[in-house]
């Protein structure tokens, strides 16, 4: 399968501990985005990279959150001390892009993050 | 605030008819898509709609564009079961290339 991967595909963890989920995106795609989903919402932007370079953040980023993409390739979403109002789905989503804004993108399965 | 939206909220229709979504959003924009989601396949796009473009038809998809309204319509043809699902729009507009998106209509295909 060469879509776009992530893991976990769901996450339970305590109140005020860190996560970390992984997004693998299509090999020759060179944007990488991260959104947030909410039961009964459309997907919320995060922020997006365009190779290894993180070039928009959303305010609903806060400082607790942190996103990567070392290398251009994979790229890592952190939530730190997690909060409930942090559960959702979290989506990565990639797409090649050569200057043109005709923008679809081919979405992972998500990570279920649930915060008890 | 999310740039679309979408009507109706929720579409209860029988395998064979037709189904109808409208989505009006707020400003201008580059291009509209369309996509489906479903617990099964996760997010899915559909079809994009440049700005200039007023029809597009895919399979038994037909996308319409009314820039002067700010507002889309996704007709499906036709519907089957597989097509339960909610399908959202988003939209790009000129000054970045962000999807912006509604908050969806969920439709449902009575056997």
């Known amino acids: 399968d060469t879509g776009v991967s992530q893991d976990p595909r769901h996450k339970i963890t305590k109140r005020g501990q860190n996560v970390t989920f992984r997004c693998d995106p299509i090999?020759?795609?060179?944007?990488l985005y991260w959104y947030r989903q909410t039961l009964g919402q459309g997907p919320e932007f995060l922020t997006y990279f365009q190779n290894e370079a993180q070039l928009e953040k959303s305010r609903l980023l806060s400082d607790r959150f942190s996103a990567e993409r070392p290398k251009g390739s994979f790229s890592t979403l952190e939530i730190q001390r997690t909060e409930q109002g942090d559960s959702a789905m979290y989506l990565c989503?990639?797409?090649?892009?050569?200057?043109?804004?005709?923008?679809?993108?081919?979405f992972g399965p998500g990570t279920r993050l649930t915060v008890l | 605030s999310q740039q679309g939206e979408e009507d109706p909220q929720a579409l209860s229709i029988q395998e064979g008819e037709n189904a109808t979504m409208n989505c009006s959003y707020k400003t201008s924009i580059n291009n509209l898509q369309w996509y489906r989601q479903n617990s099964g396949r996760g997010l899915v796009h559909l079809i994009l709609?440049?700005?200039n473009e007023r029809e597009k038809h895919s399979g038994r998809l037909r996308v319409t564009l009314d820039t002067s309204k700010k507002s889309s319509s996704l007709l499906i043809t036709a519907s089957r079961a597989a097509d339960t699902a909610s399908y959202f729009c988003?939209?790009?507009?000129?000054?970045?290339?962000?999807?912006?998106w509604g908050a969806g209509t969920k439709l449902i295909i009575k056997p």
């Open positions: 090999s020759e795609h060179n944007r």
């Open positions: 709609i440049r700005s």
């Open positions: 989503a990639s797409s090649l892009n050569r200057g043109l804004p005709y923008n679809e993108q081919f």
């Open positions: 988003a939209t790009v507009m000129d000054s970045n290339y962000q999807l912006i």
